[in-house]
């Protein structure tokens, strides 16, 4: 599929950008005509003050002398290149670089259209990855639609060369323009010498020699181009004539998508909010997913009538790039708001992000599942809040109540029953009737055996308790305690002759069946040393407890139970 | 003609079938769900844990409760996911790991736990102010949890009082959500609990002797304690 020549670029090219920033930041194309003017000059202007005899290049006073109802709003180049650099993050989705190139151009490379068309269209554009000319036009269409979605218009031309593709989604004839390779110098010939964008000096002496387009610049002997101009005269030949083999600049996004807008009227109930929020959503789940990131929280801001803002901060279970799954906690913020003032613009940020892996489901899988538990977990995490909803982590630690540590709760896919049998090392064996199946599953007891923590221990052994002597339980009780008490409770011991007949705990004393120990735990000598012997007590009336002497003071401490 | 008449009512099917799928849930799932411990299951009517209906456990602090609503979650080996509310703040995952629980396919929930790495509180029962608000909080969430569809067995360790304003219309909610969302609920209420959810099952658990004794409960009246060897005990 590799072809010989310049490599292939879409060129996406925004016409006034400063003022569909504008249009785009208030959320529609309503209102006053609206130029953009920078040191005293018009640059940009939209379509019903162009009518209004509004162009380019007009000095302000002649702009609003000509349009008396125009608005007039000052340039913000800045704002222009985030906004740029903004699409051309949500562009990496569908092409491999992306370059931005101010002040209003994004260039892509099409040299892979025909791979995209597979991995991310298929169906209906399954013919686009045969043919790589249909590829690149589905990869402009794709593009431009892209950024339909995010509020903005764009021409778009496919050719070979950075100079070419850029010079036609300006000036070309149409609004997308596919240019077949090695037909770049006669597609460039009718567009005028300001579509290459030479630099001023060459390209003012060629206007004084009335060079007027690229085809007549093109037509001129290299020699004679070199003699006057120099390399730049070379250079702009060159591009003339289509060829133009400079790569692509990587354009590697930095900073985490922001996006604003002002509502048309202040806002005071929840609708209204959640319209927007939707659209500004959309725009940055759209940037996220083309870096293939998803947020794990996220930052709403309100701007309130008549000054103040109200930050919210939406924790997600899962980073997603999805807009949808995120409207689903914001919305129960939104819903719970008491605001002091009407709110009068939206800005969302993702403050948090996370790679999003990408999903495969199984046979038996059931997406609707996946939907359903995303949304019960950004329901319990925006009631419930950060830490209150967690999965548990062994820790390689002696201290027991340090021997686990949250994290968060990321279910993978279940496991099917040979991907268990090869990581458990389980044989499969033969069916008595035929075909595979696994051996049954070890035992409660087997399992507490083998995965249960094994700390620095003293052997532990039966004792004598009033007369009785205990057995290990034939019940296949856990090693640990399955309830362990966040504060210890004091007890003290009763007996006489060295025999422990009760313990105490609280007001009331608990008469001892049986005792199981001691099992010495002790360690971490470098932050916080501990030495405890703990206890298995059988309790009349009570069970099972899990009781500790401490080694610094010698006090008992009831510590859990085998619940 | 038949051929006509008949047309439009397979339209009919295939539209129903169609608004079916778009309106699908999460798969409703029945039967019961063994613990795979004996003296647990003999005493159950169908041999394990209701789907879609809420299960009691009763018994004292020591009387196996937790380790036979683990003992289900590991039960379910892959089936689904399983969600321990705990209200407690106790749940020792070592345990639930020993047991062969899954740990990460198990979501520990602890309302009223804001810290990260597993904050505990105190274990009394709430009674009025902010350990309300953690009761009420505790049964939102297995609420949401029971009828998300999401997970297949559910445990809620929240011991309640008649103090509880608004737990009691709280807790015969439960039950519809269970129905709802097709998991096995189970409900740990301590011995002598005065409020108690509407259960299809309700269970009691003692130690005796180092064993886990159940007894199933019907109305008042208690059935003979059961061992695990296949008789009454």
């Known amino acids: 599929m590799r072809r010989e020549g310049p490599p292939r670029v879409l060129a996406l090219w925004l016409p006034d950008l400063p003022v569909q920033r504008l249009r785009r930041g208030r959320g529609g194309d309503g209102g006053a005509p609206l130029a953009v003017a920078a040191e005293g000059r018009i640059v940009a202007c939209d379509a019903s003050a162009r009518s209004g005899g509004v162009c380019a290049g007009m000095s302000a006073a002649e702009a609003l002398a000509a349009c008396g109802a125009l608005e007039m709003a000052m340039a913000e180049p800045a704002a222009d290149l985030a906004a740029l650099r903004g699409l051309g993050e949500a562009l990496l989705a569908i092409a491999p670089v992306v370059e931005v190139a101010p002040p209003d151009v994004l260039l892509l490379d099409a040299g892979a259209a025909h791979l995209a068309a597979v991995g991310r269209w298929g169906g209906a554009e399954r013919g686009a990855a045969q043919d790589p000319d249909a590829a690149e036009a589905a990869l402009a269409d794709r593009g431009r639609a892209l950024a339909a979605e995010l509020g903005w218009a764009t021409r778009a031309a496919v050719a070979g060369g950075r100079g070419p593709a850029r010079a036609l989604a300006r000036y070309g004839p149409r609004d997308a323009v596919r240019v077949a390779p090695g037909d770049e110098a006669r597609a460039l010939a009718p567009l005028p010498l300001a579509a290459l964008a030479l630099p001023d000096d060459v390209a003012g002496r060629l206007a004084a020699l009335g060079i007027r387009d690229a085809g007549a610049l093109a037509r001129l002997p290299p020699e004679t181009l070199a003699h006057r101009f120099g390399e730049a005269g070379v250079s702009a030949w060159r591009l003339a004539r289509g060829r133009d083999e400079t790569p692509l600049v990587p354009f590697t996004p930095e900073t985490l998508p922001v996006e604003a807008i002002e509502l048309e009227a202040p806002a005071e109930t929840a609708e209204p909010l959640l319209f927007a929020l939707k659209r500004i959503a959309d725009r940055v789940a759209a940037r996220l997913a083309g870096r293939g990131l998803g947020a794990t929280r996220l930052k709403l801001v309100l701007k309130l009538d008549p000054r103040g803002e109200e930050r919210i901060l939406i924790p997600l279970a899962h980073p997603t790039a999805s807009a949808a799954r995120w409207l689903v906690p914001a919305k129960e913020h939104v819903f719970a708001l008491r605001l002091p003032g009407a709110v009068t613009a939206l800005g969302l940020a993702a403050i948090e992000v996370a790679p999003v892996e990408p999903e495969q489901l199984a046979i038996g899988d059931r997406p609707e599942a996946l939907a359903a538990l995303e949304t019960v977990l950004s329901r319990l995490a925006v009631r419930l809040g950060d830490g209150a909803l967690f999965a548990a982590e062994p820790v390689e630690r002696y201290r027991p109540e340090a021997a686990y540590r949250a994290v968060a709760f990321r279910p993978a896919a279940a496991p099917s029953a040979l991907a268990l049998a090869v990581a458990s090392g389980r044989r499969l064996r033969r069916h008595p009737i035929g075909g595979l199946c696994l051996p049954p599953p070890p035992t409660s007891t087997a399992i507490t055996a083998a995965a249960a923590p094994r700390p620095k221990r003293r052997r532990p052994g039966t004792a004598r308790t009033a007369g009785a002597v205990t057995e290990a339980a034939a019940d296949p009780a856990p090693f640990r305690p399955t309830r362990l008490l966040a504060a210890p409770r004091l007890a003290v011991a009763e007996g006489e002759g060295g025999r422990i007949t009760a313990v105490r705990v609280g007001p009331r004393a608990w008469p001892v069946l049986a005792l199981e120990g001691p099992e010495r735990i002790s360690g971490e000598w470098w932050a916080s040393p501990f030495d405890r012997e703990y206890w298995r007590v059988r309790l009349d009336g009570l069970g099972d407890c899990w009781i500790y002497r401490d080694g610094a003071d010698g006090r008992l401490w009831l510590h859990g139970f085998f619940d | ?233």
């Open chain 2, 1 to 233: 003609m038949p051929t006509e008449a008949v047309a439009p009512t397979l339209v009919l099917a295939r539209l129903r079938e169609e608004i079916r799928r778009i309106e699908r849930r999460p798969a409703r799932r029945g039967g019961c769900v063994p613990c795979r411990r004996p003296e647990v299951d003999e005493a159950l009517p169908g041999g394990g844990f209701p789907r879609g209906a809420i299960s009691e456990l009763r018994g004292g602090p020591a009387s196996g409760k937790t380790a036979v609503a683990l003992a289900v979650f590991a039960a379910l080996e892959g089936e689904g996911l399983a969600a321990y509310v705990d209200g407690r703040g106790e749940l020792y995952p070592p345990a639930a790991a020993a047991l062969g629980v899954d740990l990460a396919r198990l979501l520990i929930v602890r309302p009223g736990v804001t810290a990260a790495a597993g904050g505990t509180r105190a274990a009394d029962p709430p009674r009025g102010g902010p350990a309300r608000e953690v009761a009420l909080t505790a049964l939102w969430a297995a609420e949401a949890l029971l009828a998300s569809g999401a997970f297949a067995a559910v445990a809620v360790d929240m011991p309640l009082t008649h103090a509880v304003r608004g737990a009691d219309a709280m807790l015969r909610r439960l039950q519809a959500a269970a129905e709802k969302g097709g998991a096995v609920g189970l409900w740990l209420s301590p011995s002598g609990s005065a409020l108690r959810p509407p259960a299809a099952v309700r269970v009691e658990l003692a130690s005796r002797g180092g064993r886990t004794v159940a007894r199933r409960l019907v109305g008042e009246a208690p059935a003979p304690w059961r061992n695990g060897a296949g008789d009454a005990a």
